[in-house]
């Protein structure tokens, strides 16, 4: 039997995964941050800028939804990291500073949701 290798996949079972949100975005995970940006834009179209929400997550219990949401399991929780929300134009990638989600809002915002998730799975125990 041989093993399918995932090549988004690091040695320690963590991935970048990129989102653009919405009905009609996309994602896409890479094993590093700009490639999981670059192609979760590129899938979403011609029509840049895109907005990328992107996560470092386990593999195996985490995914985007069908809004452009991240799905985690909570028992890792603890362990995810909110990379940032990025404006992704054809030829650059920087922060955003949209008036909607800033980057600095979103890294908030998911620290927030990571830290209940966490908490709350250390209750059950």
């Given amino acids: 039997m041989s093993e399918t290798t995932k090549d ?5 079972g963590f991935t970048y995964i990129a989102s653009t949100a919405g009905w ?21 179209g011609s029509g840049y800028p895109h907005f990328v929400s992107i996560w470092y997550a386990p593999d195996e219990t985490t995914h985007v939804n069908e809004m452009g949401g991240l799905s985690y399991a909570p028992e890792s929780a603890d362990k995810m990291v909110a990379v940032g929300f990025f404006e992704v ?8 500073k949209d008036d909607r989600c800033t ?11 990571f830290d209940r998730s966490n908490q709350r799975c250390l209750k059950k125990q």
């Fill in 8 to 12: 988004w996949v690091l040695p320690n």
């Fill in 24 to 44: 009609y975005g996309s994602w896409a995970k890479a094993a590093d941050p700009v490639t999981a940006a670059r192609n979760a834009a590129r899938y979403a």
């Fill in 89 to 96: 134009g054809k030829n650059s990638i920087k922060p955003s």
């Fill in 103 to 113: 980057h600095l809002e979103f890294v908030e915002e998911w620290l927030r949701y």
